[in-house]
């Protein structure tokens, strides 16, 4: 009884983190996730090629596991699998980074309007619902093709600008109910000043519903920037990104299907994974939503 | 009503004009110049071009001119394709683009909800299993890796359909970018519309019907359908802005003639007014749909009322 009563370390992340080890489909997909993203980590030292060396010897050559290239080449005789690996690394990387990005400002965004209210509150909600009705992919698409094509930084920011708007309004509705909270009450009767208060009581106890969004953030934010680099605004020749990628293989794919097959694979494989593990994300940490 | 439906569409106008200027900042901040990609232009002809289109005059009062025009329904000309004006090419393009992103929607909607309430009355079954694994499948791929592969397997090797290109009339080379377009909007509504039937078939009121000793089809019908639908119906106006903003990259892939071209290009191109033009008629696509979505709304939930 007494054991039951202390029942020590139950709280929502341990309880989450039970009821996602209990989730086959999500941790499946957690190991593919995690054995792409080794593979492509370690890239360089799989292959004797470099992702922009040329083999004029094995131009467009098709895949095969005697060939010295076993995912086949591209047309100019570089080697699909490094090529693929190495795009994979590029997408990840971004796409990590823009959703950290995208979460830092709509989590900032969202709690200072909620705890501020009234007229502030108004005004920076008003903006975001402004972004909101913008044919996104309008700005972004303009971001990346105004300044510097091919620039990875500007990339991630257009990425990341949209990403945002969705955390922040989550972030004020939740920021809404906990200021009204016994224990924020408490903190402001103490003489917390609003930045301590927002920063170790509110920002901390709204992480549970931010981290469902996040986790189905990563793969958004993926399939944006390869869309971009499909497009040609994006990561640019000679470096890969799954992306262009595709559009290569896209172009080629009368002579050499197997170069829009490797990376639409990998590419699905990648996305597949990571909306599952966000699906098991959400389910352990707000059962309610099954 | 009719009169929360006139004030909303005059509150699309303000939306409509802060869009405006943020894309016009943004793009006449940004370095370069529609006539800088042309070979090495001599100083006189450049101010000469830059004197014709006005564009040597200060910003603000470009923009207001631009304004002035836009409230006379004028887009202006092309900066780099001189011999039309930009609402001769947005016109050329967007009744293909409209109709593949509506033709989308609908297929979408004729997919998508069905399944989604058969999954829904058939839960735990195979049917069930199938319709949410494939929906998973449909949302995770973006359409530029659905759309080749699907031309690679219907076009290419079983020749069934076009693998890309267009000729007008001819609904064939329509088929595979619809679609494209339609898969993830089609699991998308799936999943709602299951989500939501599932929620209110446990309703207390589907259950007291069942209680009166209505038949499973006439409870649906009479009871569960028109509720469950709300959700899908508010889906339905962002659907439609992704559909027609989407048919961009199936436009690419497909190789079809719509004005998602105008945008990519356009931007690199720095063609100010044709870049506007793309923005404006899509946003004020976009903002009536999604009010067209509120009013659907509105008129589905009696216990929603606008006055």
């Known amino acids: 009884m007494t054991e039951l009563l202390a029942g020590e370390g139950r709280g929502l992340w341990s309880d989450a983190r039970r009821r996602l080890g209990c989730n086959r489909m999500a941790l499946t997909a957690l190991a593919v996730i995690v054995l792409l993203a080794c593979l492509a980590a370690l890239a360089p030292l799989l292959s004797p090629w470099a992702y922009d060396s040329l083999d004029w010897r094995h131009l467009a050559a098709p895949p095969g596991l005697t060939a010295s290239h076993w995912l086949g080449t591209d047309r100019l005789g570089r080697d699909l699998l490094v090529r693929t690996l190495y795009g994979a690394r590029l997408s990840l990387v971004i796409s990590v980074v823009a959703s950290a990005v995208s979460l830092a400002i709509g989590i900032a965004w969202g709690s200072i309007a909620g705890y501020a209210g009234g007229r502030t509150d108004a005004w920076m909600m008003r903006c975001v619902d402004v972004l909101y009705s913008l044919p996104y992919l309008f700005i972004v698409i303009i971001l990346t093709t105004l300044f510097r094509r091919g620039s990875i930084t500007v990339l991630l920011l257009g990425v990341a600008a949209v990403g945002w708007l969705t955390t922040a309004r989550i972030v004020r509705g939740q920021t809404l109910a906990l200021k009204r909270r016994e224990f924020v009450e408490a903190a402001r009767a103490t003489g917390a000043t609003p930045w301590d208060i927002l920063r170790r009581h509110i920002v901390p106890n709204l992480l549970g519903p931010v981290a469902v969004y996040a986790a189905l953030t990563v793969p958004q934010m993926i399939m944006f920037e390869t869309f971009l680099s499909f497009l040609g605004l994006g990561v640019q020749e000679p470096n890969a990104s799954l992306g262009n990628l595709v559009y290569v293989g896209a172009q080629e794919m009368e002579s050499a299907p197997w170069l829009l097959i490797v990376p639409a694979a990998v590419l699905a494989l990648l996305l597949i994974s990571l909306n599952l593990f966000g699906d098991g994300v959400r389910d352990a940490l707000d059962p309610r939503e099954r | ?307």
């Not at chain 2, 470009?62 to 609402?87: E, K, M």
């Not at chain 2, 329509?174 to 519309?193: E, F, G, K, Q, S």
């Not at chain 2, 990259?249 to 063609?271: H, K, N, S």
């Open chain 2, 1 to 307: 009503m009719l009169g929360y439906a006139l004030r909303r569409l005059l509150g699309i106008l303000p939306t409509l004009l802060v869009i405006i200027t943020v894309s016009f900042c943004v793009m006449r901040l940004a370095p370069g110049g529609p006539f800088d990609a042309e070979q090495a232009l001599p100083p006189s002809v450049r101010a000469n071009l830059e004197r014709a289109y006005g564009l040597d005059q200060p910003l603000p009062l470009q923009y207001l001119r631009y304004l002035g025009r836009l409230a006379h329904g004028d887009l202006g000309p092309s900066l780099r394709q001189r011999d039309f004006t930009v609402s001769e090419l947005i016109a050329t393009g967007l009744p293909l683009s409209v109709t593949l992103g509506l033709a989308a929607v609908l297929l979408a909607v004729l997919l998508g909800i069905p399944a989604g309430v058969l999954a829904a009355i058939r839960r735990g079954s195979g049917l069930d299993h199938g319709v949410t694994t494939l929906a998973v499948l449909a949302i995770a791929l973006p359409s530029f890796v659905t759309g080749p592969l699907l031309a690679l397997i219907f076009g290419l090797y079983l020749h069934w359909l076009p693998v890309a290109g267009w000729e007008a009339g001819e609904p064939r080379y329509l088929v595979l970018p619809v679609l494209t377009l339609a898969l993830p909007i089609a699991a998308y509504l799936a999943r709602l519309m299951r989500g939501s039937l599932l929620e209110v078939l446990r309703a207390p009121y589907v259950r007291s019907a069942r209680a009166r000793g209505l038949g499973g089809a006439r409870v649906l019908w009479r009871h569960a359908l028109r509720p469950a639908l709300l959700p899908v119906v508010s889906y339905l106006g962002p659907a439609v802005a992704f559909a027609v903003t989407g048919s961009l990259v199936v436009e690419t892939v497909f190789g079809l003639p719509g004005t998602g071209r105008y945008l990519v290009q356009g931007a690199i191109d720095r063609d100010y007014p044709l870049v506007m033009g793309m923005i404006i008629v899509y946003a004020v696509f976009t903002l009536l749909c999604n009010l067209l979505a509120d009013l659907l709304y509105g008129w589905l939930d009696p216990g929603v009322r606008h006055d």
